[in-house]
């Protein structure tokens, strides 16, 4: 058995009498452990790297491995823990150096999940001659070990949002397989780093991760899904493949998918997450209803499992293969920065602004009463939002605004341009509501999923608003999949308006105009704080102040929340309504329909 064991799951010969370093007991490893450099992670690392390596070699009855490698186990994770930095929250292509730190994490958990899965196999070879007194629980123990070890690998990959390790899913399936097989799935194991659980729950927990499009969530929300999945588990079902949303080839090396797009054999099983998806989404209208600050997992998270979790996801639109280049501004403060032609924040607001910014047909909240949604000559949504004949008068601003830009971009320091750094990219395809491009391997830009981003189309002017949905690293290099939201915006300061308390600083916001033809309301994009329902908002554009509501959140991520609004009159034009109250066209809702 422990031949056949160890030929399925690739365990190394056991070739050593006893281990280099410590002797092989519990009190001279915590010795051994204590002696580390606590303070150089890389020589403390490298010691646990061979001590790991070295006792998957060492003849041990299974009782021996499994109290040396829980006495290590924790030191171990510690030190992972700490390799994160070196790539976490890195660009998605990473430096080399980076890189071996990603596998030697990876190589380090793969090695403890090796000694925990030799500790399991013989222990099963051996029975109450391993040093167990109940062999059953420790064959229980050991197999939970190297599911979580190898569901840690599993995150990782993820996480750095690329395909999971060769090998990976297969040892997971077959370490699932071993588990029932043994009559051991069921039973609940402790587990004081990763969670106490049973095998099924820890085998669950992989296969949620592996089903919750991993490539369009933050790493971040990765690892709360890895955290609180061993919980959702509970509320997840095995059915015949045929019923089931999911469903998982336990003989593969992959992971779930959906049903529609498997070929499913009688081998197969079935996952049921329809009440995992409606748990979730009752979570999501009690985190709505709490501080955003209080809560661990976010409403735009929820929101993204229990659509996952629900229903299959279906192409809208098909995609056209098309190769050419286009420019990238990341992050809604690079975005607004472009497309308030590049001048500083404080112009903006002012009155010293760019001419162009307060242009009657650029701001939405200063066109003329007279110009209708009919009018001749208005512009598509689609056109560039800028007026094509400026006249002589803003010939001669824009080479005053030209001379102070220039002025001013002399005076910006190294910091500040690389906060509104664009980015050349290849678009590779394109459909109606959205484009996947490929990203400079070499860019020191970060890129997460929920961010907003502008794109310029290659010599145009404007600048499109959209948001990455997907970030994954393929072999030709990283690839964004970004969802366009409008063809065009407005950048406003916003500020919320307290009833009480000090006034806080404008931030950067854009206004999105309406797009009839899709039933698309004018919105409001901000940063997640301090802006929510309900509130009231100063927009400031030319030192030109509209007070707005907002009255529904339309979508949220990490990075930002679009709100639609409704415009408030300021204390002076309520006065003048009441002088006037037969002028019907005095208020915002005439001037609205000709955005």
Not at 213 to 219: E, F, I, K, T
Not at 262 to 280: C, F, K, M, P, S
Not at 308 to 324: A, I, N, P
Not at 423 to 432: A, C, F, G, L
Request: contains cysteine; hydrophobic residues 40%.
């Amino acid at each position: 058995m422990t031949s056949v064991l160890s030929a399925k799951f690739h365990l190394p010969p056991q070739d050593l009498d006893a281990p280099s370093l410590f002797t092989p007991d519990r009190e001279a490893v915590k010795d051994w452990l204590a002696g580390l450099p606590k303070t150089n992670l890389g020589q403390s690392t490298r010691a646990l790297f061979n001590a790991v390596t070295e006792l998957n070699r060492v003849r041990l009855l299974p009782a021996a491995r499994l109290q040396l490698l829980d006495s290590l186990r924790p030191a171990v994770h510690g030190a992972t823990q700490s390799l994160r930095r070196h790539y976490l929250n890195q660009p998605v292509q990473l430096p080399e150096q980076a890189q071996k730190v990603a596998r030697l994490a990876h190589v380090l958990h793969e090695q403890l999940a090796t000694g925990y899965i030799l500790a399991a196999a013989h222990t099963l070879s051996c029975g109450k001659q391993s040093g167990f007194s109940q062999p059953q629980q420790a064959i229980a123990t050991a197999t939970h070990r190297g599911l979580v070890e190898h569901s840690q690998n599993l995150l990782r990959d993820y996480q750095l949002y690329r395909n999971p390790h060769p090998g990976c899913w297969a040892t997971l399936h077959q370490l699932a397989k071993f588990a029932r097989d043994n009559a051991v799935l069921q039973i609940a194991v402790a587990d004081d780093q990763c969670g106490h659980c049973t095998l099924e729950a820890a085998y669950l927990r992989a296969l949620l991760l592996g089903s919750a499009r991993a490539n369009q969530l933050r790493q971040d929300h990765l690892a709360k899904v890895f955290q609180h999945a061993i919980v959702w588990a509970g509320a997840v079902k095995w059915i015949a493949p045929d019923h089931a949303a999911l469903v998982v080839n336990p003989d593969s090396d992959d992971g779930p998918i959906y049903r529609e797009f498997a070929t499913v054999d009688i081998n197969w099983l079935g996952l049921d997450t329809g009440h995992l998806a409606e748990v979730l989404n009752a979570q999501r209208e009690l985190a709505e209803a709490q501080a955003l600050s209080d809560q661990q997992l976010g409403p735009e998270l929820l929101h993204h499992l229990a659509q996952t979790w629900g229903s299959t996801s279906t192409r809208e639109f098909l995609r056209m293969d098309v190769r050419e280049p286009i420019e990238i501004a990341l992050g809604l403060t690079a975005t607004h920065h472009f497309m308030a032609d590049e001048i500083d924040f404080s112009l903006l607001l002012s009155e010293e602004g760019h001419s162009k910014l307060v242009s009657q047909d650029d701001n939405v909240f200063l066109r003329p009463k007279s110009e209708g949604p009919m009018s001749p000559g208005k512009k598509d949504v689609w056109d560039s939002p800028y007026h094509p004949n400026a006249g002589a008068i803003n010939v001669s601003l824009e080479i005053l605004d030209y001379q102070m830009r220039e002025q001013h971009q002399k005076a910006s320091s190294e910091k500040q341009s690389d906060k509104f750094r664009s980015q050349k990219v290849e678009r590779i395809n394109v459909s109606p509501g959205g484009l996947c491009i490929t990203w400079p391997p070499h860019s020191g830009m970060q890129l997460r999923t929920g961010e907003i981003v502008g794109i310029r189309e290659h010599a145009q002017k404007k600048w499109s608003v959209g948001v990455v949905r997907w970030v994954q690293l393929t072999e030709a290099g990283p690839r964004l999949g970004i969802e366009l939201l409008s063809p065009t915006a407005v950048p406003y300061g916003a500020r919320a308006i307290n009833k009480t308390g000090e006034r806080g600083e404008y931030q950067r916001a854009l206004v999105l105009p309406e797009i009839k033809q899709i039933d698309q309301p004018a919105t409001l994009l901000a940063s997640r704080l301090p802006f929510r329902v309900g509130q009231k908002v100063s927009l400031l554009r030319n030192s030109k102040e509209t007070r707005v509501q907002l009255t529904r959140k339309l979508a949220s991520t990490a990075a930002f929340n679009q709100f639609e609004f409704r415009r408030l009159s300021s204390p002076k034009v309520q006065e003048e309504q009441t002088e006037a109250k037969t002028d019907k066209n005095s208020g915002f809702d005439s001037l609205w329909d000709s955005l």
